[in-house]
């Protein structure tokens, strides 16, 4: 686990879990899942797959 205070923010990870807040900036990335980030140009979304999984469906 790591967590940080800067300036602007924070952030904490735990393993491949990920969240960051920072001045104008979100983004949280949950493994295998989804990663999802907005801030001043936009807000975006991305579906994550297992990996090895491509072309099994």
């Known amino acids: 686990m790591k967590f940080e205070i800067g300036r602007w923010g924070a952030s904490i990870n735990i393993r491949d879990f990920s969240l960051s807040v ?16 907005w801030n001043s140009t936009g807000f975006y979304c991305e579906k994550l797959g297992k990996p090895g999984r491509e072309g099994q469906e």
């Not at 920072?22 to 980030?37: N, Q, R, T």
């Open 22 to 37: 920072f001045l104008g900036d979100v983004h949280l990335k949950v493994p295998s899942v989804v990663e999802v980030a």
